[in-house]
């Protein structure tokens, strides 16, 4: 698959700057990697971080009950040994 890059650009204060290409250079990775990939990584926080919040809201509207589990019992039971 051939991912299509698009150019930005960042403004960045000298120090996170200095520490990113300290980063950058310990990883050997070029800086656009190292934003890239930080990117990629808070980005998936965020994403999961949102699901959380929906996965808590639904439960606080709908309170789960032992019996809307009760069907799954003989099919989530561990096999005898």
């Known amino acids: ?3 299509i890059m698009e150019i930005v650009q960042v403004v960045l204060d000298a120090a ?17 990697a190292l934003v890239r990939t930080a990117l990629e990584q ?3 926080r ?3 971080a949102e699901r ?5 809201e639904g ?6 009950v032992a019996d809307d589990l009760a069907a799954w019992d003989g099919v989530a039971a561990w096999p005898d040994a």
Request: proline letters at 3%; a positive charge; zero cysteines.
């Open 1 to 3: 698959m051939i991912h």
């Open 16 to 32: 996170l700057l200095r520490e990113t290409d300290r980063a950058a250079r310990r990883l050997k990775v070029n800086r656009s």
């Open 42 to 44: 808070h980005l998936k």
């Open 46 to 48: 965020l994403r999961t």
């Open 52 to 56: 959380e919040v929906r996965d808590r």
């Open 59 to 64: 439960y606080l509207r709908r309170p789960q």
